[in-house]
């Protein structure tokens, strides 16, 4: 299935955890989201999501990885890792751990000197900028392989594709070992008999994992399932690892759109909480395949752990029945968090035709007290401000429109009214990268902590709806090439006879001296994407506008 995603400029890199829980980046900035709320049944009123961890301006996301391997030493194991090719050049590294039903995560710290934190990235370049690193992976021998882009341009807004600058000749390849520890011994799938690859679901790097059920995929049907019966039977029950065993089995009959409903069955009850809430998962994903689907989801949407019910709710966001949400309003009688009720609110928009026409006839939850003051929650959510909303939608289906009736589209949704802490929400989300309110975010863009006390309302609508209508001389963009080779953009922020000062991505200021410079180019044109607001649902839009105009604006 193809999913909305407001919030994100360029989903890009996709990589799953031990227990298959996916972790979606952007390839346009820092963010990564998890996949289970963000992939609810589709519908035009999807509200961005919030971000499993603050990227910390390190943009823009060329590559992910979880690292579980043996060949590393142990307080890596389970690291986020994602390579970087603009403002550290580098892989920065992230722990990710359980928040509530969902997951939180920080950039991994380390003692510096004077005993100051500073990031412990598991990889930088100091003083090679074209150092683009892309696509980390661990390898068969549990190293890391990963690409170097190694180019001095990049971007396709700063600079033309045909530009002769661009390096069509260098990149590489490179194998991260550590040393005090030896290559492991490759383990490989092509030609490997049915049998040994299902063994290879017993190895400890989820890589490796990962390569056999895409191998088990490609192999005949009859052949994989007759195999993973005789392969079930051998597994001990209560062994340590046997309920994820069990879900490895469920996902290479997956593969075939073949899961045997009693051992789902099996694993929709495993001891292990992250085995059912996985478990759910295939259940929602092979719904049509599974006899008595909804029979065997109601025991998920109670169950005692968390992310295993908001599965749940997830699977039923599909199923367009008055049954299906009687089914989610169990939820309600269980603790909550963002998580689920972010995922409760989708999934319930998503079914919004279904239940609308019985709450008011009063013939929905009737005896699920709580239940009901759900759907009154998502009733209130539903109704964004009207004309201000399509005005939005608009502009975007329309950027070329009139003069005169970007003027009046400005006008309509200046005069609508938001949600503040929402939008600081959308804020963090989307804006944090580049610009800064308070202490919090990166100065690279112009500071917004004062943005509702110096311009109306109408000019920061503008501003994110074209960002190049109207750009500061302060905030235009400057390309520079040196004659070592080395090409960078950013804002020029101070500028003597002999040198040049310039912001570069992520707030670094660096200087050149301008004999050191072969080449200098001033743009007209704003660093900030055009079709930002493509990435928010028309109520997050506004939203946003209403913290943004609330930012050093005199109280009434």
């Known amino acids: 299935r193809h999913f909305v995603t407001p919030g994100y400029g360029n989903p890009w890199c996709y990589v799953f955890n031990w227990w298959g829980q996916g972790i979606v980046g952007d390839g346009t900035t820092p963010q990564q989201h998890w996949d289970s709320p963000l992939s609810t049944a589709p519908y035009s009123g999807r509200k961005g999501l919030a971000t499993v961890f603050n990227g910390e301006g390190m943009r823009p996301n060329v590559g992910t990885e979880f690292l579980y391997t043996r060949q590393f030493p142990d307080e890596l194991q389970g690291q986020f890792i994602f390579a970087c090719v603009i403002n550290m050049n580098g892989m920065t590294t992230f722990n990710v751990s359980d928040d509530g039903s969902g997951y939180k995560g920080a950039r991994k710290k380390k003692k ?61 390849l490179y194998r991260l070992v550590y040393k005090r520890k030896p290559l492991l011994s490759p383990v490989t799938q092509a030609g490997k008999p049915v049998s040994e690859l299902l063994d290879q679901l017993k190895e400890y790097e989820t890589r490796t994992r990962y390569r056999a059920r895409r191998e088990l995929r490609d192999r005949p049907t009859e052949e994989v399932l007759a195999a993973i019966r005789t392969w079930v039977a051998q597994i001990t029950p209560g062994d ?72 749940a709710v997830r699977a039923l966001s599909f199923v367009r029945t008055r049954e299906s949400v009687e089914t989610i309003l169990l ?27 019985e709450l008011k006839a009063g013939s929905i939850a009737t005896d699920n007290a709580k239940g009901l003051e759900l759907l009154a929650e998502a009733e209130l959510a539903s109704k964004p401000s009207g004309a201000a909303a399509l005005a939005v939608k608009r502009f975007i289906a329309q950027p070329n429109m009139a003069e005169k009736d970007k003027e009046k589209a400005y006008g309509e949704i200046a005069k609508a009214g938001g949600n503040a802490d929402n939008g600081k929400a959308i804020y963090r989300r989307i804006c944090v990268a580049c610009h800064k309110v308070g ?77 050191e410079l072969k080449k200098r180019e001033s743009l007209k044109q704003s660093s900030m994407p055009e079709g930002l ?12 506008v209403e913290y943004l105009a609330g930012l050093g604006a005199k109280k009434k």
């Open 533 to 544: 607001a493509n990435g928010m649902s028309s109520s997050e839009f506004l939203d946003l």
């Open 112 to 172: 510096g000197e004077g005993g100051k934190e500073v990031p412990d990235d598991l990889l930088s370049a100091v003083d090679n900028m074209s150092f683009r690193p892309t696509d980390p992976q661990i390898g068969p021998d549990g190293a890391l392989y990963f690409g170097d882009w190694s180019a001095a341009l990049i971007g396709h807004m700063q600079y033309s594709q045909r530009d002769p600058n661009r390096d069509h000749s260098h990149g590489g």
């Open 331 to 357: 939820v309600a009688n269980h603790p909550r968090d963002y998580w689920m009720d972010y995922t409760l609110q989708m999934s319930l928009g998503a079914l919004e035709a279904i239940w609308k026409p």
């Open 439 to 515: 202490t919090e975010g990166i100065e690279y863009g112009p500071d917004l902590t004062v943005l509702g006390g110096r311009m109306k309302r109408t000019d920061i609508i503008e501003s994110i709806l074209e960002p190049n209508a109207k750009i500061d001389p302060k905030f235009v963009t400057t390309n520079i090439e040196t004659v070592s080779g080395q090409a960078l953009t950013g804002f020029i922020v101070a500028e003597t006879p002999e040198s040049l000062t310039l912001t570069l991505a992520g707030g670094l200021k660096q200087e050149f001296k301008k004999a």
């Open 240 to 311: 340590a690892d046997s309920d994820r065993l069990l879900l490895e089995a469920l996902w290479v009959q997956q593969g075939h759109h073949a899961v045997d409903p009693e051992l789902l069955q099996k694993v929709l009850r495993a001891k292990t909480g992250e085995a059912r809430a996985g478990a759910t998962r295939v259940l929602a994903d092979e719904w049509e395949w599974i006899p008595n689907a909804m029979a065997l989801v109601k025991a998920q949407v109670t169950d005692e752990f968390p992310r295993t019910r908001l599965e």
